[in-house]
């Protein structure tokens, strides 16, 4: 299993039936691949939509319908469609129960950058900052190195997306959450030890005393 | 309301102008509007929008053309060009959270002096604003936004000039057509009175003062 279907599937048990849920691009988009069987989550795009489905078969899409991406979307049976105003008031206004985002760095007190690098990559933050700050649980999907360095930090150098802690994060090589501020590690992908996540991870991480394998 | 050709419509604007403009990546952006901009060739635009879209779809014309001086918006990450232009320093872009623009252009409309958010505390974005508690959390002081002229693309227009919208082409668009001095309509079915159950009117007539005629 590559890593970012090991990260996707991972989240994929996160989800509960009934859950509004925003998905972030990336990673973040291939957690609705791996819906659990028998529950029901509604997806929402940041563009105007609750109800979002695959991408349509070729010839079949809607100019406008699209994800936040500006890709081609369905919409599923029951879906709902607003304004931005309305959007960002789910997401802001403690209705959007999980939003799954992508991470450049993550520190070891949960801290979030997500959106740029100066002087690199100024793309603009677009709905991230709201998702970060008002979803009721923040999950970041994220690699846990980008060549050879660990994006699980002692402290964020990049901008930070939000001053709000994140809730989870998933690597492909462990589950970490953020109890009493500190990164605790608590599951790791099969065939990878306790150690050598301690190893790949330039944070703090304490050990939770009960660490399970991913079950994928 | 009035209806106009599109020539006429967008003659109304002068060079300088503040336009909000609808939609996201280009869908429910009204795109005559902004072809006939770059024909009649405005000058030193500010644009207020959710993104500059892409080269060649939407506001993205408008970029290439170089009409613009000014951009506020929340994400350019997908028009290089925007970026380009504004690390050469010909167009200065303002990057607002997306919940917070149309926050604030929501208020904006409704007769608010601006908005109180938690978006954007302890990051760079609360550079230079005023932060205050309220029932001991903090918010930051986001000002109302207001334009010259907001560029509104609906999915139905009646005679009167009653709108509706369709799908994710909603978007930004009612919530910009409470928010500027005069408001320019494309849409894509222009349908008599009555078509439009009133139930179903998202934008009503008054707020609209051009609907530009199919071409």
């Known amino acids: ?216 | 309301m009035r209806t106009l050709t599109l020539a006429d419509a967008v003659a109304l604007i002068p060079d300088g102008a503040s336009l909000m403009i609808g939609g996201f990546m280009g869908v429910g952006t009204p795109g005559r509007v902004v072809d006939e901009l770059v024909r009649q060739g405005k000058k030193d635009l500010t644009v207020i929008a959710n993104d500059t879209a892409l080269p060649g779809i939407g506001i993205g014309k408008l970029i290439t053309a170089g009409l613009v001086r000014n951009v506020i918006a929340s994400h350019i990450g997908l028009n290089p060009e925007t970026q380009k232009k504004m690390i050469a320093g010909e167009i200065q872009v303002e990057l607002v959270p997306q919940g917070t623009l149309i926050e604030r252009i929501r208020a904006g409309g409704f007769g608010l002096g601006g908005i109180l958010t938690a978006t954007g505390v302890g990051t760079v974005v609360e550079e230079g604003k005023q932060k205050v508690q309220v029932s001991g959390k903090d918010y930051l002081v986001e000002a109302a936004l207001h334009a010259d002229f907001a560029l509104v693309n609906a999915f139905l227009a009646d005679y009167l000039g009653n709108l509706s919208y369709a799908l994710t082409a909603r978007n930004f668009n009612p919530v910009m057509a409470m928010a500027a001095d005069t408001v320019i309509v494309e849409a894509d079915n222009i349908v008599p009175v009555g078509l439009i159950a009133p139930d179903h009117v998202v934008t009503p007539a008054p707020l609209v003062d051009y609907l530009i005629a199919q071409g």
């Open chain 1, 1 to 216: 299993m590559d890593a970012q279907t090991i990260i996707a599937k991972r989240i994929a048990l996160e989800l509960r039936d009934g859950m509004l849920v925003n998905l972030g691009i990336g990673i973040p988009t291939q957690v609705a691949n791996y819906v659990p069987a028998g529950i029901h989550v509604f997806f929402q795009s940041e563009n105007g939509l609750i109800g979002t489905g695959a991408v349509p078969e070729e010839g079949m899409h809607n100019r406008l319908l699209t994800d936040a991406g500006g890709r081609p979307v369905t919409a599923l049976p029951g879906a709902a469609t607003f304004d931005s105003a309305m959007s960002f008031g789910l997401i802001r206004g403690g209705h959007l129960d999980m939003t799954v985002l992508g991470g450049l760095q993550v520190d070891q007190s949960g801290h979030l950058a997500n959106w740029m690098i100066p002087g690199k990559m100024v793309p603009g933050m677009g709905g991230a900052m709201d998702l970060a700050s008002g979803a009721k649980r923040v999950v970041i999907a994220m690699q846990h190195s980008a060549k050879g360095k660990s994006k699980v930090v002692k402290a964020c150098t990049l901008p930070l997306t939000s001053a709000r802690p994140i809730d989870l994060l998933v690597t492909e090589l462990a589950v970490i959450t953020f109890p009493g501020g500190r990164a605790t590690l608590q599951e790791t992908a099969p065939g990878v030890s306790v150690q050598q996540v301690i190893d790949a991870t330039e944070a703090q991480l304490e050990v939770s005393p009960h660490v399970a394998q991913m079950s994928l």
